[in-house]
């Protein structure tokens, strides 16, 4: 069976890191590549792997291209911090890489988790992602936010999932919220126009459709509160848009 490289980016994730390395611990091999972590990251790591390598924080995209030049062997599955590979996943990928794929990279299902909820509907479910894949055959995407892994070949899907804890408290949501919408506006302000009206309908139509055609209702409080978050989102990065577009007209 093919050696199996597992790579994983930190910062800052001692709540999250023991989990998920003790879901991975029968991969052949574990990269983390930490951004300095300043709590007990590594100290946990360390029980875990030895490949740990520290490297200034230049972005998602950029970390996770320098996580998969680091992998040793030719099969890897990229695990956030806050995902855990399920043992269904984990016998689902042994039995595939034992029977000499023919495939070059699959999508892998998440369940994700909201306040100790797990969510299927607001099209939170399959989610499905490109995790599992050929080095060789494989790179990340140049997104600043919600970067992919982008396979030059033939792909296919696993029907076991991750699970994914993505949202455990408020504070953490908000936080998330405030940097992606950095991020997203940075990445689109000069590729879309943001005005008044952006700042009003976009936000509108996100909770529209996470609330009512993704069926988000059917979750109760907490559908109603993932749709406004993503409303919320929307309404950040539009704002920040427009602040970043009145900002170079100054500037000009």
């Given amino acids: 069976m093919p050696q199996l490289s597992v790579a994983i980016i930190s910062f800052n994730e001692e709540k999250n890191i023991k989990e998920c390395l003790e879901s991975v611990k029968w991969a052949d091999e574990i990269i983390l590549v930490d951004s300095f972590s300043s709590d007990s990251t590594i100290e946990i790591a360390k029980n875990y792997t030895n490949k740990i390598i520290q490297r200034k924080w230049s972005g998602f995209s950029e970390q996770k291209t320098f996580a998969l030049e680091n992998t040793s062997n030719e099969w890897v599955l990229s695990v956030d911090s806050d995902e855990r590979v399920t043992p269904e996943l984990q016998n689902e990928i042994k039995k595939i ?5 023919s495939l070059d990279g699959y999508f892998i299902p998440r369940r994700n988790f909201f306040l100790g909820r797990e969510i299927k509907n607001c099209g939170w ?3 499905y992602q490109m995790r599992l894949f050929k080095k060789s055959k494989t ?3 140049s997104r600043k936010v919600h970067e992919g892994f982008l396979v030059s070949g033939n792909t296919g899907r696993l029907a076991s999932p991750f699970i994914h804890y993505t949202h455990n408290s408020l504070h953490i949501t908000f936080k998330k919220i405030n940097e992606y919408s950095t991020l997203e506006a940075e990445e689109l302000y000069l590729q879309k126009k943001a005005g008044a009206l952006n700042i009003i309908l976009n936000p509108f139509a996100a909770f529209l459709s996470h609330y009512f055609h993704r069926k988000g209702y059917k979750e109760g409080i907490h ?3 993932v749709s406004l978050l993503h409303a919320a989102t929307k309404m950040l990065t539009y704002m920040k848009m427009w602040d ?5 007209k100054t500037v000009k």
Avoid: A, F, T
């Fill in 97 to 101: 890489l034992s029977s000499e794929p």
């Fill in 223 to 225: 559908g109603l509160m």
């Fill in 139 to 141: 790179k990340v995407d």
């Fill in 125 to 127: 479910y399959p989610d």
């Fill in 244 to 248: 970043l577009q009145n900002r170079e």
